[in-house]
């Protein structure tokens, strides 16, 4: 059996015990571990790979190249921006949901929404940035995917057992990586807003990976590409949200009112949206209803 089905038969035998071995739960916490950790663990390792330089970046900057990751409408984008813009080296808001509502005259369960929002999202990385006083913060990446190809961090360490550790989690974060990297070539060239975003367990299967697995090889790690380091986690989740998607189509029917629903399909495609002609067509129904309301609202 060839190194690498072997290394697949063994990782998928680690997620499906229920009592690990001390070798088994330390492989599993090498694949977890981000790779500035292990830099500082090992005083031996070596960076094989120079091609992948730290960045540094402040934690506005930070955020606010995630945003696309939220899948929200322009306006709400905005008033997110503002909120970002409004956390202090701390991590704390200066801002009240009382004066995002009187700024942007939205009612307050919104103001409320988007705050809590950018908290519970971006929590990893306002307590990363928070938790350090220094001025420069460097993010080590632990993978670089480009348009056309992928290197995750390689480090060598002279133990067999430590060296066998790192081997399994390189192999499973390159896997991974590249099947990122195949999905987002348009949105790695800057062509869409939006990533296209997968589920765990569709990468498991298609890798097929154990999704505790995948999990593991995700949490915690960031990746260099051309638009930016970003936290290898942004590119899982469960896709555009209803909102988004409706604001889109309406907009788009603003600007054309006789395009076909296989039309918005391509359009909304275009931009990293991926949902069906039969998806198209019941938010457009949604559109045209509240438009008849307001209308009648009007007449009235």
């Known amino acids: 059996m060839p190194d690498s089905k072997r290394t697949d038969k ?5 997620e499906q015990k229920l009592i690990l071995t001390r070798k088994e739960k330390f492989y599993l916490q090498v694949l977890e571990a981000p790779a500035y950790l292990l830099r500082e663990r090992y005083a031996d390792v070596r960076e094989i790979n120079d091609e992948i330089y730290p960045s540094s970046e402040d934690l506005h900057a930070s ?7 939220l899948y929200l409408p322009d306006e709400d984008e905005r008033i ?21 509502c009187d700024k942007f005259g ?26 350090n006083d220094d001025d420069s ?3 080590f990446p632990d993978a670089m995917i480009d348009v056309d190809r992928v290197e995750v961090r390689r480090i060598e360490v002279s133990d067999p057992f430590v060296a066998k550790a790192l081997q399994m989690r390189e192999e499973t974060l390159y896997k991974i990586c590249n099947f990122v990297r195949e999905i987002n ?10 990533p296209q975003i997968v589920t765990m367990t569709h990468v498991a299967n298609i890798l097929d990976l154990n999704i505790a697995t995948i999990s593991r090889a995700v949490r915690n790690k960031f990746v260099n590409t051309p638009r930016g380091i970003l936290p290898l986690r942004m590119f899982f989740g469960k896709g555009p949200n209803k909102l988004l998607i409706i604001n889109e189509i309406g907009e788009l029917l ?26 198209v067509n019941k938010y457009r129904n949604m559109i045209n209803e509240e438009n008849e309301e307001l209308s009648k609202g009007d007449l009235q």
Request: proline share 2%; net charge neutral; no cysteine.
């Open 137 to 139: 913060i460097y993010i």
């Open 254 to 279: 603003k600007v054309d009112g006789s395009l076909t629903d296989h039309q918005i399909m391509l359009l909304l495609k275009s931009v990293g949206i991926n949902i069906s002609r039969r998806t």
């Open 106 to 131: 939205i009612p307050f369960h919104k103001a409320n929404f988007l705050i809590r929002l950018i908290f519970e999202e971006f929590h990893d990385e306002i307590d990363h940035y928070s938790a």
């Open 63 to 69: 955020l606010e190249k995630l945003l696309p990751f």
């Open 10 to 14: 063994i990782k998928q035998s680690l």
């Open 185 to 194: 070539e348009y949105f790695l060239r800057g062509y869409r807003k939006y």
């Open 80 to 100: 997110v921006e503002y909120i970002i813009y409004n956390i202090d080296s701390k991590g704390k808001l200066r801002i009240s949901e009382e004066e995002l």
